[in-house]
C-alpha cells in the first residue's frame, strides 16, 4: 500500500513580498523546459531559481557566451565572472547567436522589459518624458529582438503598473506578436513569441485567436479592478481567472538564499 507524499505547505503571507511572489511564479514557468536564454535581473533571478525548485536540470545560457552556468548567487551582469566560473563552456557571442540561439536550439527565452504593449511588444530603448524634456535613455535592446525571434518560446517577468503596461510603445525594441495574428510569421520569426507575462498582480497570456494579452490568473489577495487599473489599455479578462499558488517556504528559502550572496559580491 502506498500513500502520495504530504504537500509542501505554502509559506505564511507575512513572509513573502509581492516581488518574490513574481519571482516564483516566472520560475515555475520553466517547469519542463530544457535550455533558457536568460535576460539579466529579473528574469535572472527566476531562472536560476528554477534550476534549485521547478526544474533543476534547466541548462542556462547568457548571451555573453556561458553555456550551463551554475551560479551560486545572483550574477550581477552578463560580463558577471560567476557565470564562465561555473559553466559547461564558453563560446563566443557569434556562436551564442548564430548557432544557438537562430539555430532553433533553445527552449525559452525570458526577458524583461520596461514597456509592454496588449500585442507582448517591448520597449527597452527609450521612454517619451514629455513635452520640453529630453527622452529618457533605457539600456537598449541586447539580444533581446533575437531572442524573441528564434527560442522556442518566450517568458517576460516585469512588475504591473501603468508605466509598464501602455497602449502605445514609446519604442518597439523587439517585437513580441506584432500587431495581431500573422504578424511574427509575415516577418519571418520562428518562434512562438511570448506565451506568458507574469507580474507582481497576476499572469497575462496571448488570446489564441486575437494574440492579444489577457488576464488568465491572479496572485493571492489581487482583484481583477486592482489589474485592470494598473494596465493602460482595457484589459480582457479570461472567465474566472485562476489563483496562483502561495509560495512555499522551500522556494522562499531558496531565493532569499541567492539574493544575499548576489549583495555580497
Known amino acids: 500500500m502506498t500513500t502520495d507524499a504530504p504537500a509542501v505547505p505554502p509559506a505564511d503571507r507575512t513572509e513573502w513580498t ?33 534550476r534549485h525548485t521547478a526544474e533543476p536540470g534547466l541548462v542556462l545560457i547568457y548571451e555573453s557566451g556561458t553555456l550551463g552556468s551554475r551560479p551560486t548567487r545572483l550574477p550581477l551582469s ?16 557569434p556562436e551564442i547567436f548564430n548557432y544557438w540561439l537562430q539555430g532553433g536550439r533553445i527552449d525559452v527565452g525570458f526577458l524583461g522589459a520596461a514597456q509592454v504593449d496588449r500585442f507582448a511588444n517591448i520597449n527597452t530603448t527609450l521612454v517619451d518624458r514629455g513635452p520640453d524634456r529630453p527622452e529618457g535613455r533605457l539600456p537598449g535592446a541586447g539580444g533581446a529582438p533575437e531572442i524573441a525571434a528564434n527560442c522556442g518560446r518566450v517568458l517576460l517577468v516585469l512588475r ?8 502605445k510603445l514609446d519604442f518597439v525594441t523587439t517585437v513580441g506578436h506584432g500587431a495581431g495574428p500573422g504578424d511574427r510569421e509575415r516577418l519571418g520569426l520562428l518562434g512562438a513569441g511570448p506565451t506568458a507575462v507574469i507580474t507582481d498582480l497576476g ?26 487599473a494598473a494596465t493602460g489599455w482595457e484589459l480582457r479578462v479570461a472567465g474566472e ?25
Open 18 to 50: 509581492s516581488d518574490e511572489l513574481m519571482t516564483v511564479n516566472a520560475a515555475r514557468a520553466l517547469a519542463g523546459a530544457r535550455t533558457c536564454f536568460v535576460g539579466i535581473g529579473l528574469p535572472s533571478a527566476a531562472a536560476n531559481l528554477a
Open 78 to 93: 552578463i560580463g558577471d565572472g560567476e557565470l564562465a566560473d561555473t559553466a559547461d563552456a564558453v563560446v563566443s557571442v
Open 160 to 167: 504591473h503598473s501603468t508605466r509598464n503596461f501602455v497602449r
Open 203 to 228: 499572469i497575462l497570456r496571448p488570446d489564441p485567436e486575437t494574440s492579444e494579452l489577457v488576464l488568465t490568473d491572479l496572485h493571492p489577495q489581487v482583484t481583477v479592478e486592482q489589474v485592470r
Open 241 to 265: 481567472p485562476a489563483v496562483t499558488a502561495p509560495p512555499t517556504g522551500a522556494e522562499l528559502a531558496a531565493l532569499r538564499a541567492l539574493r544575499p550572496a548576489g549583495r555580497d559580491a
